[in-house]
């Protein structure tokens, strides 16, 4: 059964340093997203990301953060900058087109900003 | 906006026993409600989901109501067995923008005893 993918599973990274996550949505999917979750509350929403540009974005996604989809089959999460509060897993989904609103997830990027 | 209370947060319960947990959410125009299953480490991942146009949907030991009225919504396990122990997510959504974005519930940790 196709899957979401996510690398790296685990980042440690200093503050201020700039990370990428990132996702491989499953293949015939058009629509993506990022989510994340600090440790022990809801999963939250992010981005939205259709034909090349964001559709939707949260108030959590300031200017620090940005989304890329460099080829044809990743997708990426940039934090420019990051803060100690970025910690937290990062999760991506994608859904496909028949089905819009059934979203797939990957297992999650685990950040740690020290 | 969209605003999803999910309770119990904890619910222990013996194998074999049932549990339920309830949702409600506060925006009428929500007619998509995903129930996610999130093991330790793990995704979150899509188990059942229920439409506004229906009230009942079941697959297995697993279903869901949906009570549009009074804006609530219920996962419902039987027999249940030890590996049905995970942190449970409700969600609400309905298209905006062209995409289905979840409001996701607080979680309800199921712990089941052998």
């Known amino acids: 059964e196709p899957e979401v993918t996510q690398t790296p599973s685990h980042q440690v990274t200093q503050m201020g340093q700039e990370v990428i996550l990132r996702c491989v949505p499953i293949?015939?999917?058009?629509?993506f997203y990022w989510y994340r979750q600090i440790l022990g509350q809801k999963v939250e929403f992010l981005v939205s990301f259709y034909n090349n540009e964001i559709s939707e974005k949260s108030e959590i996604f300031d200017d620090q953060f940005s989304v890329e989809r460099p080829d044809g089959s990743n997708f990426t999460l940039k934090i420019r900058s990051t803060k100690l509060e970025d910690s937290a897993m990062y999760f991506c989904?994608?859904?496909?087109?028949?089905?819009?609103?059934?979203?797939?997830f990957g297992p999650g990027t685990r950040l740690l900003v020290l | 906006g969209e605003n999803v209370e999910q309770h119990p947060s904890t619910l222990s319960v013996q194998e074999g026993d049932s549990a339920v947990i309830k949702c409600t959410y506060s925006?009428?125009?929500?007619?998509?409600f995903p129930w996610y299953k999130q093991e330790l480490g793990k995704g979150p991942q899509l188990i059942i989901d229920?439409?506004?146009?229906?009230g009942e949907k079941k697959d297995q030991r697993i279903a869901v109501t949906l009570n549009k009225t009074a804006k609530h919504f219920s996962l419902h396990i039987t027999e249940t067995q030890p590996e049905d122990s995970a942190v449970y997510f409700c969600?609400?959504?309905?298209?905006?923008?062209?995409?289905?974005?979840?409001?996701f519930g607080r979680g309800t940790s199921l712990i089941v005893h052998p």
């Open positions: 925006d009428s125009a929500s007619n998509y």
């Open positions: 293949s015939n999917h058009l629509y």
């Open positions: 969600a609400a959504s309905s298209a905006s923008g062209g995409s289905y974005i979840p409001t």
């Open positions: 989904a994608s859904s496909g087109r028949q089905t819009l609103e059934t979203q797939y």
């Open positions: 229920i439409r506004s146009n229906v």
